[in-house]
DNA sequence: GACAATCCCTACAAAATCGATAGGTTTAGT
DNA sequence: ACTAAACCTATCGATTTTGTAGGGATTGTC
């Protein structure tokens, strides 16, 4: 299943997605937004940086932003840098399953499986999620005043 | 990802699938034809047997078969009893990260990725991977002769 | 009825994984 | 210099997963 980590991370970039073009967003900043341990969540931006998806300045006024433009950054780059592939061959988690190297009869299924997942999480940009939540939280706050 | 023991899983009923028809089965057989060690797929096969997968007859001559022909067995209902769901919402695992039961921005897209998965297994029936097994080993065996 | 082969159940040990924390270093703006 | 921030490495504790052990219960065969 999905890790916490990836999880902490999805919401990370959405976040990043939502104050694009204002500036560097502070690691504190996110992790009060979403309640996410702050030191824990330290190692996952430097994860996301290490991996292109994010970028940082360093010192003061400093911070992190998206590397690419929220409407080219897809679900699935982040899934795929924490939790991917999720369907491999069992032969990398127990050798002896499989013997000598004989084609396995699952690896087809897993493929299809994989392909599938990636298609869908190539569908959805965190710019079109940002989106959906703008909506949702202008939605609530209309609920509350009224 | 997969776990260890689905893998067993998948393999023992694939097993299963091939020896449809020639009585029960038993579990070192099993054990012995996939390299599992036999006490963990003895827990595995129980378990099977208690999702209505696998059915079993006790004492001697007795043994696992399939509870169903393996025409309408599927790969994900394999799946499903052991790693399934796969992707479930964030607020199932820290309770933390969603506030007030506010709607989940990704809960849409793991129901997509779900839906999108169950697809791919349900196409799956272990009659089909048993033969597809057979072929595969008519082949090597030829391979081998000449 | 004794025996042996087989499934069945509970508990437990060993290992891996994951979430989270701690302490300290480097960078850069003021 | 001071401070706020990103950066790095190590480690701890809890949980999950893998696998093992010992003993039962059931059924065919002699």
New binding site residues.
């Given amino acids: 299943m999905i890790?916490?980590?990836?999880?902490?991370a999805l919401r990370a970039m959405l976040e990043l997605a939502l104050c694009e073009g204002r500036g560097?967003?502070?690691?504190?900043?996110?992790a009060s937004a979403r309640n996410?341990?702050?030191?824990?969540l330290?190692?996952i931006?430097?994860q996301l940086?290490?991996a292109g998806l994010a970028?940082?300045?360093?010192?003061?006024?400093?911070?992190?932003f998206l590397a690419r433009p929220a409407t080219q950054v897809h679900v699935g780059d982040v899934l795929a840098l924490f939790?991917g592939p999720l369907f491999s061959d069992a032969e990398q988690?127990?050798p002896?399953i499989i013997r000598d190297g004989d084609p396995d009869v699952f690896a087809g299924v897993w493929r299809e499986a994989e392909h599938a997942l990636q298609g869908v999480f190539a569908r959805h940009t965190f710019a079109a999620l940002a989106d959906r939540e703008h909506q949702r939280r202008l939605a609530s706050a209309e609920n509350y005043t009224i």
Avoid: W
Wanted: charged letters at 25%; hydrophobic letters at 25%.
């Fill in positions: 890790s916490n980590r990836c999880h902490y560097p967003m502070t690691i504190s900043q996110i996410i341990p702050v030191r824990f330290e190692a931006m430097r940086k290490q970028d940082s300045v360093r010192g003061k006024e400093g911070g992190y939790d988690l127990g002896h």
